[in-house]
T-cell receptor
Framework: SQTIHQWPATLVQPVGSPLSLECTVEGTSNPNLYWYRQAAGRGLQLLFYSVGIGQISSEVPQNLSASRPQDRQFILSSKKLLLSDSGFYLC???????????FGSGTRLTVV | DQQVKQNSPSLSVQEGRISILNCDYTNSMFDYFLWYKKYPAEGPTFLISISSIKDKNEDGRFTVFLNKSAKHLSLHIVPSQPGDSAVYFCAASASYNAGNMLTFGGGTRLMVKP
């Protein structure tokens, strides 16, 4: 069966520090991968998606970047965090050609 | 521009009664719609979906209705249970979209009172 792992669960980082959130998927190959963010009291905003290794599409211009160094690994990064980067970050995957997303358990990021 | 909107940020319902959550969309290219349920500090989980070729899909206590002419869908939960208390997101996608991206609404917090 397929599983998705996302870590860490919570993170408190100072303004201006770097960020690296990791997401891995097991039990499938060539998944579509996604990073979403839920800001406080807001909906789910698509940040990045990837349909293959090294292929990253950005939906929203921002202080963040994403990389897919391996087929089942998706990383969200920032060189310098801003206060506005605080939120709940969610990784998700879907089989190619399917609309069924499976989400990870999320990372609560607080920038102080 | 929000392409998927859930205009009610919260809804309170008595246990055993019907919960109706609403969602409106603007993009006429959307042809697949989903509902997700989210508990605090957890990732959303898939609940039910509907293709644009249908106007109703039912799964146990959950039914999704789609009105394409009005660009409106709704989720009915009957009977509502306290365990249904969560945030519900509707989502939409278009088949031309190679990455199968979902566009989510802002969510509706459902509270089911015992």
């Amino acid at each position: 069966s397929q599983t998705i792992h996302q870590w860490p669960a919570t993170l408190v980082q100072p303004v201006g520090s770097p960020l690296s959130l990791e997401c891995t998927v097991e039990g499938t190959s060539n998944p579509n991968l996604y990073w979403y963010r839920q800001a406080a009291g807001r909906g789910l905003q698509l940040l990045f998606y990837s349909v293959g290794i090294g292929q990253i599409s950005s939906e929203v211009p921002q202080n963040l970047s994403a990389s897919r160094p391996q087929d089942r690994q998706f990383i969200l990064s920032s060189k310098k965090l801003l206060l506005s980067d605080s939120g709940f970050y969610l990784c998700a995957w879907s089989p190619g050609g399917s609309y069924g997303y499976t989400f990870g358990s999320g990372t609560r990021l607080t920038v102080v | 521009d929000q392409q998927v909107k859930q205009n009610s940020p919260s809804l309170s319902v008595q246990e055993g009664r019907i919960s109706i959550l609403n969602c409106d969309y603007t993009n006429s290219m959307f042809d697949y719609f989903l509902w997700y349920k989210k508990y605090p500090a957890e990732g959303p989980t898939f609940l039910i979906s509907i293709s644009s070729i249908k106007d109703k899909n039912e799964d146990g206590r959950f039914t999704v209705f789609l009105n394409k002419s009005a660009k409106h869908l709704s989720l009915h939960i009957v009977p509502s249970q306290p365990g249904d208390s969560a945030v519900y997101f509707c989502a939409a996608s278009a088949s031309y979209n190679a990455g199968n991206m979902l566009t989510f609404g802002g969510g509706t917090r459902l509270m089911v009172k015992p």
